[in-house]
């Protein structure tokens, strides 16, 4: 009896896929998406104040004997109010509150906003660190097969030197150094293989996936120019979270200030009041309407304190927008500069695999035929596997500058 158990392939996840699962699982956004419900939940309550203030009370008593008792002669004792009920409702709306009401709402918004923006903030830095950790992993696995050739090559030449040995050609002292260098490249790949299951299983957590190592495919093939994303620093400044939030800032320092000047302002409510009880075993019922006016007075020194004391504060925030405009500009700039210089990066890394790779055929073909030393065909081995893993690593980093630039011209959005 033969039994055949099917296989379950592993999955392959691609950056995008990587990246969706990210968003959709990370930790830091899920707690991203309850500060927002909280701002909302906030603004919701906030907004509550434009309506009327109502309350209702009620109560019932029963006393052992009556609460109010009068001697209306000697031996004559008349006891009232041993049981009743009463109860009442009461509204209030206010119809001018300096503008409190209405500046309370304008912050409720800000603070939406800004939660808003910093959702936004939590994406931009869960997909960068999410891709950082997938070409972590690709790198890692393109070194494996980069040691994968070497050590073909290795084995290759330890053969064609073991046939020179034998044959009198060459001395140990060769094939010692072949073997060396082959423990070595075992050595590198162990510790290559290690780096790669804890950089799989990190990648697999960060993305929600749980601890067990996953597996990647990438696509190095695609290059397109930065410029093709470029945006002047100018225009993409608005964009930019960080300046978003900036300007968040002084539009809650702005209000403050209103809202200084609204507490010293004259409050000017309307309201009615109901109200029923029954504890002389009859019915009563009163109905009270009224219209208040509260100007405070005494505040109005410490009031003017509070005003300027906000206007100072809405001025910094307005010096620091300014500033920071400026570092954030400059900040832009110099990601696309970054950018520029890892693809540059790229064409260098392959020109060298391309020289790396023709020196490495003629210092094997000179070794074969004697014209060169054992050591410069492992030195042309060492700068061949150099070559290529410079080339995957320049590649890597331009992903993530082309990812940090996107991000901080406002062009990436989840």
Not at 313 to 323: K, S, V
Request: aromatic share 8%; net charge negative.
């Amino acid at each position: 009896m033969v039994l055949i158990m099917p296989a379950m392939a592993q999955k392959t996840y691609t950056l995008d896929e990587c990246l969706e699962q990210a968003l959709r699982n990370n930790v830091r956004i899920k707690n991203a998406t309850n500060d927002l419900r909280m701002a909302q939940y906030e603004q919701h309550g906030t907004f509550s104040k434009y309506f009327p203030s109502v309350s209702a009370t009620a109560g019932g008593l029963i006393a052992s004997k009556g609460l109010l008792e009068m001697e209306l002669q000697p031996g004559m004792l008349v006891s009232m109010v041993d049981d009743g009920v009463v109860g009442g409702i009461s509204a209030s709306l206010p119809l001018f509150a300096g503008r409190q009401i209405v500046h309370a709402n304008r912050l409720a918004k800000n603070a939406v906003e800004i939660s808003k923006i910093k959702m936004s903030q939590s994406k931009d830095e869960v997909v960068l660190t999410t891709e950082k950790y997938f070409w972590q992993v690709a790198v890692l696995k393109e070194k494996l097969k980069t040691i994968g050739k070497v050590e073909k090559q290795l084995e290759s030449v330890r053969k064609d030197v073991e046939v020179a040995v034998r044959a009198g050609i060459v001395n140990n002292n060769d094939l010692l150094q072949i073997q060396l260098r082959q423990n070595e490249m075992e050595s590198t790949r162990l510790s290559v293989e290690n780096t790669l299951w804890f950089a799989r299983n990190i990648l697999a957590q960060y993305i929600g996936l749980g601890t067990q190592a996953i597996e990647i495919t990438m696509d190095t093939d695609t290059l397109l120019p930065p410029e093709d994303v470029y945006i002047k620093p100018e225009i993409a400044l608005p964009a930019n979270y960080n300046y978003q939030l900036l300007e968040e800032n002084v539009e809650i320092m702005r209000t403050q200030q209103k809202m200084a000047v609204g507490k010293n302002l004259p409050v000017i409510a309307i309201g009615g009041n109901y109200s029923y009880e029954n504890l002389f075993d009859r019915d009563h019922h009163v109905g009270v309407g009224f219209a208040t006016i509260s100007i405070p007075i005494s505040d109005w020194w410490g009031g003017s304190q509070s005003i300027k004391k906000q206007k100072l504060n809405a001025c910094n925030a307005e010096n620091t927008l300014a500033d920071q405009s400026e570092v954030l500009l400059i900040g832009i700039a110099h990601f696309w500069n970054s950018l520029q210089e890892a693809y540059r990066q790229i064409h260098i890394a392959i020109n060298s695999i391309e020289q790396a790779t023709e020196n490495l055929r003629l210092q094997t073909d000179y070794y074969r035929t004697g014209l060169c030393t054992l050591s410069d065909l492992l030195d042309a081995q060492t700068l061949y596997q150099q070559s290529h893993d410079k080339y995957m690593e320049a590649y890597a980093q331009y992903a993530l500058k082309k990812r940090e630039y996107l991000q901080a011209t406002g062009q990436e959005k989840y």
